[in-house]
């Protein structure tokens, strides 16, 4: 029998505490490659430290995060004891995995072009003019390339967010991780960040989006995850959540959002 390949993220049982208050009560959740999943869910349920959690920006209690397989920020002690893994086997596990965040964290003295270039540069040693030519090409992804010299304080929002992504990008990931990527962009602005992220889930990026746009949510995801209270109540094909949602919290939820019907084939 043919070896089933490994999840791109498995998290089995996911416990995360804040001192008295447990943020994460039990997740169990699996993500394919390919997989486009949105994160779901009322302030305070948790979505934010699940997240974080995948790319080990917060260590979580116990349980397990699986980043291909791999058992990520943790290892065994001679007794069979879990114990926090070396800093650089985490970051070499972690090596595909890229996050973008609410805000854009730019460098404000650097221009477009040098926001793009720098990682490439210091963290994956390219050379100057193959690290030139690979941020060239993601900007042209992101339709940003037009503003290689100006600054990110010249910038807009959502042009800011897209010049994020391509920052990310840059590091040719297998899996991205959104965390609610548009909520500090101006009404107006969402759509253009919102079209590029599309665009990269026609391309089969991996991608786990935790966000508030549920039409987005409704139109791109293959799966999307309601997250009430430190667990998973629903999950499944956006269609049927949205459309025929079964707890009592996932429809009160949904029923501020007034087109929730629209936009799901």
């Known amino acids: 029998m043919e070896k089933q390949p490994h999840k791109a993220i498995k998290l089995i049982d996911l416990k995360k505490h804040y001192g008295e208050n447990q943020v994460l009560k039990g997740i169990n959740l699996e993500i394919d490659y390919g997989q486009v999943v949105c994160i779901i869910g009322g302030s305070g349920s948790g979505k934010s430290t699940m997240l974080r959690c995948m790319n080990f920006l917060e260590q979580y209690d116990s349980g397990e995060v699986q980043i291909n397989g791999k058992l990520l920020g943790y290892g065994s002690d ?29 460098w404000p003295h650097m221009s477009v072009l040098d926001n793009v270039m720098s990682p490439l540069l210091r963290v994956h040693k390219l050379g100057k003019q193959a690290a030139r030519e690979k941020a060239i090409a993601v900007l042209e992804k992101v339709d940003m390339a037009h503003k290689i010299d100006a600054y ?43 079209k590029v992220m599309k665009s990269l889930a026609n391309d089969g990026m ?31 094909p956006p269609k049927i959540l949205f459309t025929a949602p079964k707890s009592d919290n996932l429809k009160s939820f949904l029923s501020t959002w007034s087109e929730r019907n629209s936009g799901i084939v």
């Not at 899996?175 to 609610?180: A, G, N, Q, V, Y």
């Open 78 to 106: 001679a007794q069979g004891n879990l114990q926090l893994a070396p800093s650089h086997i985490t970051q070499n596990d972690l090596s595909e995995v890229c996050m973008v965040f609410q805000q854009f964290n730019l």
């Open 152 to 194: 990110p304080g010249q910038l807009s929002g959502g042009q800011q967010q897209r010049v994020a992504i391509a920052r990310s990008l840059g590091t040719d990931p297998k899996i991205m991780l959104f965390d609610e990527p548009t909520s500090a962009l101006d009404p107006e602005l969402v759509g253009e960040v919102l």
């Open 206 to 236: 991996t991608m786990v989006i935790v966000t508030h746009e549920m039409g987005f949510a409704a139109q791109v995801s293959d799966k999307v995850v309601f997250l009430a209270k430190g667990f998973i109540e629903e999950q499944g």
